[in-house]
């Protein structure tokens, strides 16, 4: 049969689609991650605390669409990549579902009993839900970075050889921070659109500034670090970009000092990720000291930008291995078969934009700023 692209290309496409995907998921739970975050401390009196939670109380649900949509588009077009991460990363995907599983139930039962002290837990719980999955998504971009230890036998199967505390080592540390400045920025800034002015704005706007600055400072020293230490792995020779799934056979992958660089001056039109990343925390400092909506529109820019720059410097490794770098998954070897993609890409290119539509039109009712007299006369408030 006669497919209307051939594969390379379609791989091409489908690294392209994950990567919105995930940065989809990043610009819309982000913000909800970001504000649960600074919840305690941008907001001190019970009322207030209940205004920055209804901010987000009507939306976060909608957002998690995207989180699943990535992972099920992972599955579908890299399932060595999703077996892997998922069976090695295990512990961390605990780490990550269980207070996000908190988050869900703080927004339901938080204000239910009017205990001072009730309330109080349910609040560090939402921080909780917010700053941990910042933190271990983070965490976890930082180890694909440097490389995880797994290796294939002959038959494909895989064993992961890490554990728990191997992945909290100091450069997937400071990834994780980096995650958490980056979304506290985007939730800091969407909180200037989305509260009435006042004591609460002022504090998130300071907060966001200094997050701001982080972000900025942790993402330089991030690139400055994995230059200096010699990360990086690239495919030696031609790469064989037309085969089948199969990381034992083909595209011979080793270490190469460095190669996380290299894609910049192979592809000049890459920098670009980076440079919106720095662009983007400049200008929501700017938005965020005017108390403006471009504090969230320099925000967006600059999660776009980060999340980006992982992808962009790393194509076409996609994830690789410390103990058989030439069994590295790449996006040429790590893929689904040809038809499967095909037939997977007139389905994104359905149901992707029906996804962006859903959560535009939400975000277009559910504007307007959220006040503390709307919040505490209101029975359906959070």
């Known amino acids: 049969m006669e497919l209307p692209f051939d594969y390379a290309t379609v ?96 927004f339901k039962y938080r204000s239910k009993l009017t205990n001072p002290a009730w309330r109080e837990a349910w609040d560090w719980g ?33 064993s992961y050889e890490g554990g728990l505390f191997g992945l909290l080592n100091p450069f997937a540390l400071l990834c994780g921070l980096l995650s958490v400045a980056m979304l506290v920025v985007h939730g800091t800034g969407f909180l200037m659109m989305k509260i009435e002015r006042g004591k609460v704005m002022d504090q998130a706007a300071i907060l966001g500034q200094i997050a701001a600055l982080a972000a900025i400072a942790l993402f330089a020293i991030g690139g400055i670090w994995s230059t200096l230490a010699g990360m990086g792995y690239a495919i030696q020779g031609e790469a064989s970009t037309h085969t089948a799934a199969n ?8 270490r190469e000092a460095g190669a996380w660089m290299g894609n910049y001056s192979r592809y000049p039109w890459m920098i670009l990720a980076p440079l919106f990343g720095f662009v983007g925390m400049a200008i929501a400092i700017v938005g965020l000291r005017k108390q403006s909506p471009l504090g969230f529109v320099g925000s967006s820019i600059g999660v776009t930008g980060i999340v980006g720059t992982v992808g962009t410097s790393m194509f076409p490794i996609i994830l690789p291995s410390t103990i058989s770098p ?57």
């Open 126 to 158: 939402l921080f909780a839900g917010g700053f941990i999955p910042a933190l271990v998504f983070g965490v976890a971009i930082g180890n694909v970075l440097q490389g995880v230890p797994f290796f294939l036998d002959e038959n494909l199967r895989v």
């Open 326 to 382: 030439e069994q590295t998954l790449t996006v040429w070897d790590s893929s689904s078969s040809h038809l499967t993609l095909t037939i997977m890409l007139f389905v994104a290119i359905v149901f992707v934009p029906l996804i962006i539509a859903y959560t535009s039109w939400v975000f277009n009712i559910l504007w307007g700023r959220v006040t503390e007299d709307e919040v505490t006369s209101s029975p359906d408030a959070y």
């Open 11 to 106: 791989k091409v496409i489908w690294w392209f689609l994950v990567g919105v995907l995930l940065i989809g998921y990043a610009l819309t739970d982000g913000y909800d991650l970001g504000v649960a975050t600074v919840l305690p401390f941008a907001a001190q009196e019970d009322s207030e605390r209940r205004m920055v939670i209804n901010s987000i109380g009507s939306m976060w649900e909608g957002h998690q669409v995207w989180f699943i949509t990535a992972g099920g588009a992972l599955f579908a077009a890299w399932p060595y990549i999703y077996e892997i991460s998922f069976s090695g990363f295990y512990l961390a995907m605990f780490l990550v579902l269980v207070p996000l599983i908190i988050r869900a139930v703080g």
């Open 247 to 254: 990381p034992v056979t083909y595209n011979d992958v080793a």
